[in-house]
């Protein structure tokens, strides 16, 4: 039984929660160098949220007025019968209550599943590259092979979705593929953005603070080679983004480090096991899970998601300026999910 709930969720700095990400699992089929080590060890499945939570779940925030619901991991194509999911939330963008159904993916498995995807109501997906070359490419995500991705993208848009690059700014590393990047999303009509490194997990043998390689400069080297014109839209996160006025490509930047973006978020996370993150920055969260196995009505669930959102910070710690990985946080974001 549900109930039909209609105060939107506010927290207590008048932010109005309208996205929602979601991790629905930890697992994936690559070994990313900044998001996993190589012998990760994943949790026991009982820990996951079954898809049936995951539906109550991501229903409960829709009818709390979640606009936008991002379902990421690990990687989400990667666990049993998500599709079974994405068909079940459709639903809410027919009804109209939801206006964004979408996935962030490495695009390993897009071929597959982009079809379907689009007939449940996914119209865009954001396609995690960060080098165009086969060798760097198969280092960086230690598992994975780009012609698959490549083949998933091409798949994709096929389907009739819109892809959107996200690269990680590597230094060292894709410095060199800047320009590369840039024209190959022009020519295959996709927006890319850029990730600056964030210090989440811990490594181990990686030098994260030697990886940083700050937007600050991608976006000086860019202005060197094309007219950027500042775009004023926000999406309430930290990205922004501007325009390159020769190609008319839009290139965003994500830049947690460098940006407070705090200010207007209207974000939440949720992991694959129901906790749930109002600040993808601070460990403070709360159990879902528990109210979501501690009884069939969703009663006790909409009351722990308002407990949680009350709490929601003003902002979060990280800082890279005393050359350390300050406010480092110990989960990995293949946990929170990205
Ligand atoms: N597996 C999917 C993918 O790779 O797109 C979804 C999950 S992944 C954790 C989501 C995003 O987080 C990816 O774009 C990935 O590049 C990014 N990411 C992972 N670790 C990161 C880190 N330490 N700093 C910045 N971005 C990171
Ligand atoms: Fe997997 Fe995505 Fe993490 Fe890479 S970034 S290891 S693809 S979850």
Not at 228 to 234: A, F, I, K, V
């Amino acid at each position: 039984m549900t109930r039909a709930t209609t105060v939107p969720l506010i927290d207590p700095f008048a932010r109005a929660i309208t996205y929602l990400r979601v991790s629905v699992t930890d697992r994936c089929d690559f070994r990313c160098v900044y998001c996993m080590t190589e012998n990760m060890q994943f949790l026991p499945k009982r820990e996951l949220l079954t898809l049936e939570e995951l539906d109550r779940l991501c229903s409960a925030f829709v009818r709390m007025g979640v606009r936008k619901l991002r379902i990421t991991g690990g990687e989400p194509l990667v666990r049993r019968n998500i599709l079974t999911f994405f068909q079940g939330m459709s639903r809410h963008l027919e009804s109209g209550a939801l206006e964004e159904l979408t996935l962030t993916t490495n695009g390993s498995q897009l071929a597959r599943f982009a079809g379907d995807l689009y007939a449940a109501g996914v119209r865009r997906v954001n396609v995690s590259l960060d080098t165009l070359d086969e060798e760097k490419f198969a280092r960086v995500t230690r598992w994975g092979r780009l012609a698959q991705v490549l083949k998933g993208i091409e798949a994709a848009q096929a389907a009739g979705l819109r892809v959107k690059l996200n690269a990680v700014a590597l230094k060292g590393f894709n410095e060199d593929e800047l320009f590369t990047l840039t024209e190959w999303c022009h020519t295959h009509d996709c927006d890319l953005t850029w990730i600056e490194v964030m210090p989440m997990g811990d490594m181990g043998e990686e030098d994260r603070v030697g990886q940083y390689w700050a937007l600050s400069d991608v976006r000086c080297q860019l202005a060197q080679n094309y007219t950027l014109t500042e775009l004023s839209e926000r999406t309430g996160g930290p990205a922004r983004y501007v325009q390159l006025e020769e190609t008319g490509q839009k290139i965003g930047f994500i830049t947690p480090l460098t940006h407070n973006f705090c200010e207007s978020c209207n974000r939440v996370r949720v992991t694959c096991t129901g906790e749930l993150y109002m600040c993808l920055g601070q460990e403070d969260r709360a159990d879902l899970r528990a109210p979501l196995r501690a009884s069939e009505s969703d009663g006790q669930l909409e009351d722990a998601i308002r407990a949680a959102i009350d709490r929601k910070p003003k902002g979060h710690d990280f800082d890279y300026s005393r050359n350390e990985a300050g406010g480092q946080m110990t989960r990995h974001m293949s946990h929170t999910g990205g």
